[in-house]
């Protein structure tokens, strides 16, 4: 058994699941050349809630932060997590789209794309994973991990199988929730290392209290490659910490080689933004505990505030646990898919309309009758007719890939943004995140007078937390 790698997620999903993806490019800056003198197998610090947190809340440019990043680390493969056809965003985009996004990453300077699909829908990963080879990038199908009676091994081996048969240079088990057990998580890997040759990555989250346990189980029974947060931005619903687990392994067959008191360098450094971000109110205490309602309701943490805050809106939070109950019912009746996004905020929302309403599908969102008609793709199990009669009537529902449907995008919408055109990256910002990127072309703009002397008044801006 050769050692274990770790992949360190603090630059993205450490500070996602923690403090909203608020991470500075200016406060990851002074750390970066020391994170890339430790030794990891990866650093995971673009994709996922990064670009449009970037845009949207601290005004940065998500490209500029990948080829800050890739300046100052020239020795550790740089990891980004994208949504398959949705890429970045909640939605399908076109073919055109995905090719150029991933061809212009690679360009700026990522290494390996973990690719996922919210209902494990093969055909929403083949174009993204194609356009990563293509590009010279390391391309990582990942199978969001759920339970249901749908979900069994057999189910997760023959979609591993499947994804290194369209040519996925490693499988990563993506347990977003925190469901999976460390018994089972022996059982799992065992099965996938058995029926695959490919490097198998196991990332989870700390939420139920089992992910440390569970990467131990999953390390005996072969898994290459853990995904680790440094200890400040560690735990609650983040990822296990690193220290830990590279403490755990030193000695045995496992051990990840790593040098404990680097690392309590990067830690130091982490520790003081941790702590600057409890006293700004950003890291909220709520996040840090262990949340049991994870594994009784399979309810990822991020769609828990989710729907707290959908029922102030409504002035109904009395009705927290009937929703919670509820959410699974919606669950079977859509084909039982993992709760991640888009599907998490697909069900949530109609759990809570549900029973809000007091009438189930008395208001059924649009998101719901696309995903009822198939435009996000197929479940694991078929819908039930009664159920996709209620929701969408007689209207049919598609068979084929949702994506096939979408007309080219990139040059119809270049004329809407070309006076702001400053990089062909501009442009891929703008069709995933049409608002906020405007927004921030015109700060940019603003900030750039500022800079150059010229007499134009410019509105403040703050940085919300």
Same mark, same amino acid.
């Given at each position: 058994?050769?050692?274990?790698?770790?992949?360190?997620?603090?630059?993205?999903?450490?500070?996602?699941?923690?403090?909203?993806?608020?991470?500075?490019?200016?406060?990851?800056?002074?750390?970066?050349?020391?994170?890339?003198?430790?030794?990891?197998?990866?650093?995971?610090?673009?994709?996922?809630?990064?670009?449009?947190?970037?845009?949207?809340?601290?005004?940065?440019?998500?490209?500029?932060?990948?080829?800050?990043? #890739? !300046?100052?680390? !020239?020795?550790?493969?740089? =990891?980004?997590? $994208?949504?398959?056809?949705?890429?970045?965003?909640?939605?399908?985009?076109?073919?055109?789209?995905?090719?150029?996004?991933?061809? #212009?990453?690679?360009?700026?300077?990522?290494?390996?794309?973990?690719?996922?699909?919210?209902?494990?829908?093969?055909?929403?990963?083949?174009?993204?994973?194609?356009?990563?080879?293509?590009?010279?990038?390391?391309? =990582?199908?990942?199978?969001?991990?759920?339970?249901?009676?749908?979900?069994?091994?057999?189910?997760?081996?023959?979609?591993?199988?499947?994804?290194?048969?369209?040519?996925?240079?490693?499988?990563?088990?993506? %347990?977003?929730?925190?469901?999976?057990?460390?018994y089972y998580a022996y059982e799992l890997v065992k099965a996938i290392k058995e029926n695959t040759s490919?490097?198998?990555?196991?990332?989870?989250?700390?939420?139920?209290?089992?992910?440390?346990?569970?990467?131990?189980? *999953?390390?005996?029974?072969?898994?290459?490659?853990?995904?680790?947060?440094?200890?400040?931005?560690?735990?609650?619903?983040? =990822?296990?910490?690193?220290?830990?687990?590279?403490?755990?392994?030193?000695?045995?067959?496992?051990?990840?080689?790593?040098? $404990?008191? @680097?690392?309590?360098?990067?830690?130091?450094?982490?520790?003081?933004?941790?702590?600057?971000?409890?006293?700004?109110?950003?890291? %909220?205490?709520?996040?840090?505990?262990?949340?049991?309602?994870?594994?009784?309701?399979?309810?990822?943490?991020?769609?828990?505030?989710?729907?707290?805050? =959908? $029922?102030?809106?409504?002035?109904?939070? %009395? @009705?927290?646990?009937?929703?919670?109950?509820?959410?699974? #019912?919606?669950?079977?009746?859509? *084909?039982?898919?993992?709760?991640?996004?888009?599907?998490?905020?697909?069900?949530?929302?109609?759990?809570?309309?549900?029973?809000?309403?007091?009438?189930?599908?008395?208001?059924?969102?649009?998101? +719901?009758?696309?995903?009822?008609?198939?435009?996000?793709? @197929?479940?694991?199990?078929?819908?039930?007719?009664?159920?996709?009669?209620?929701?969408? *009537?007689?209207?049919a529902q598609i068979t084929c890939r949702p994506a096939d449907l979408l007309e080219p995008m990139l040059?119809?919408?270049?004329?809407?943004?070309?006076?702001?055109?400053?990089?062909?990256?501009?442009?891929?910002?703008?069709?995933?995140?049409?608002?906020?990127?405007?927004?921030?072309?015109?700060?940019?703009?603003?900030?750039?007078?500022?800079?150059?002397?010229?007499?134009?008044?410019?509105?403040? #801006? +703050?940085?919300?937390?």
């Open positions: 058994m050769s050692k274990v790698k770790i992949t360190e997620t603090v630059l993205r999903d450490g500070h996602q699941s923690l403090i909203a993806t608020r991470l500075s490019t200016e406060e990851m800056i002074p750390i970066l050349e020391e994170m890339d003198a430790i030794g990891y197998h990866a650093v995971e610090m673009w994709g996922g809630a990064t670009f449009d947190a970037s845009l949207r809340f601290l005004y940065e440019n998500p490209w500029e932060r990948l080829r800050l990043i #890739r !300046k100052y680390m !020239k020795n550790t493969k740089l =990891q980004m997590l $994208l949504r398959g056809q949705n890429i970045l965003g909640y939605k399908h985009y076109p073919d055109d789209v995905v090719k150029e996004f991933v061809k #212009r990453s690679v360009g700026n300077g990522i290494d390996i794309i973990r690719i996922f699909d919210a209902l494990n829908d093969t055909r929403n990963l083949r174009v993204a994973l194609e356009a990563t080879k293509a590009a010279g990038g390391h391309a =990582q199908a990942a199978i969001s991990y759920t339970i249901s009676p749908a979900h069994t091994t057999e189910t997760f081996v023959n979609l591993a199988k499947e994804m290194e048969s369209m040519g996925a240079d490693s499988i990563a088990i993506k %347990d977003m929730s925190g469901l999976l057990t460390p490919v490097p198998l990555e196991l990332h989870s989250h700390a939420t139920s209290g089992l992910a440390s346990m569970t990467y131990l189980k *999953g390390i005996e029974a072969g898994v290459d490659i853990i995904d680790t947060a440094i200890s400040p931005f560690a735990l609650g619903t983040s =990822q296990p910490p690193t220290e830990s687990l590279i403490a755990t392994l030193q000695g045995s067959q496992y051990d990840t080689g790593l040098d $404990l008191k @680097k690392l309590n360098s990067i830690s130091s450094y982490f520790n003081k933004i941790r702590e600057k971000s409890i006293e700004s109110g950003l890291l %909220d205490s709520k996040v840090l505990g262990v949340d049991i309602n994870t594994l009784v309701y399979q309810v990822p943490g991020g769609m828990l505030s989710n729907l707290v805050s =959908q $029922l102030k809106m409504q002035n109904a939070l %009395d @009705k927290f646990e009937e929703v919670l109950k509820e959410v699974p #019912r919606v669950r079977e009746d859509l *084909g039982y898919p993992p709760l991640v996004t888009p599907t998490s905020q697909i069900v949530g929302t109609q759990a809570v309309l549900n029973v809000v309403t007091g009438e189930r599908y008395k208001m059924v969102p649009k998101e +719901v009758k696309a995903y009822v008609k198939g435009m996000y793709g @197929k479940p694991t199990v078929e819908i039930k007719e009664e159920i996709v009669k209620k929701i969408i *009537g007689d209207e040059e119809a919408e270049k004329e809407n943004m070309a006076e702001f055109f400053e990089e062909p990256e501009d442009l891929l910002s703008y069709i995933l995140f049409p608002q906020p990127a405007i927004e921030f072309f015109k700060y940019r703009q603003a900030e750039r007078y500022k800079i150059d002397g010229t007499m134009v008044q410019v509105e403040e #801006r +703050v940085h919300p937390v």
